[in-house]
């Protein structure tokens, strides 16, 4: 199982991107990077998923680089409501049940200052 | 329901008293997850059932833990003998198949704040 690794934390302002990396130099070629969301006593929320290039949807972008060896998940204009911690997850899509035991990271606690 | 239901949210008990902790999961989701988070880190597996199978026990830390899933529905979490160190906050999810991407229907409840005193 690719081993992730991301800032322990980050502080930004209201209306900022937000751009937060995760390292995975040992990612598979079937693995896929999945970026969760916690809030304070909430259990984690996908936000988005890759496997290379670009992936953009309604609340972030995540960009992968040719040699997949990081990803950066990016909040446009974030607000107060975004702070929270963020988990960079990397796994094989194609193994399915395995998935469940990935390794949880501690996560990048984002603060979000007016 | 419309989400993952656990209870209760949360739970202070004393030390070598017995815990149960329930998981309603999302109707029709036959994979089910027992994760446990401790303070300031991420989640650590701890079981897992798929439909009628045989669930994957791997990630329990104790034989004091153990855990049901009855009808292939409700699943409760049982903790003997707590002791200080399994104070945390237990999160269960649930998803349409275990299969494929880790986001295809798995969904995290709110969790349940085990503190042992």
């Known amino acids: 199982l690719a081993k992730t690794t991301q800032p322990i934390s980050m502080d930004s302002y209201e209306g900022q991107e937000v751009n937060i990396t995760c390292s995975h130099n040992?990612?598979?070629?079937?693995?896929?990077i999945t970026w969760y969301q916690q809030f304070p006593s909430q259990g984690p929320r996908f936000i988005i998923q890759?496997?290379?290039?670009?992936v953009t949807n309604e609340v972030a972008s995540l960009f992968i680089p040719a040699d997949r060896k990081s990803s950066t998940l990016s909040l446009p204009r974030v607000s107060l409501s975004d702070t929270a911690v963020y988990y960079c997850?990397?796994?094989?899509?194609?193994?399915?049940?395995?998935?469940?035991?990935?390794?949880w990271g501690a996560g990048t606690k984002l603060i979000i200052k007016p | 329901g419309a989400g993952v239901s656990q209870s209760p949210s949360n739970k202070v008990t004393e030390k070598g008293k017995d815990v149960e902790l329930r998981c309603d999961p999302i109707?029709?989701?036959?994979?089910l997850y027992w994760y446990r988070q401790s303070l300031g880190q991420g989640l650590e597996f701890l079981i897992y059932?798929?439909?009628?199978?045989?669930?994957?026990k791997s990630g329990l830390p104790s034989d004091r833990f153990s855990a049901e899933r009855t009808g292939g529905s409700v699943s409760t979490l049982t903790i003997q003998r707590t002791q200080q160190e399994d104070s945390a906050v237990y999160l269960c999810a649930s998803s349409y198949t275990s299969f494929g991407r880790i986001n295809y229907g798995y969904t995290f409840g709110s969790g349940t704040r085990l503190t042992v005193v």
């Open positions: 109707s029709g989701h036959t994979a």
């Open positions: 040992n990612i598979a070629t079937n693995d896929y």
């Open positions: 997850l990397v796994g094989d899509m194609g193994k399915g049940d395995s998935n469940y035991q990935l390794i």
């Open positions: 059932f798929q439909g009628n199978s045989a669930p994957d």
């Open positions: 890759g496997y290379k290039t670009k």
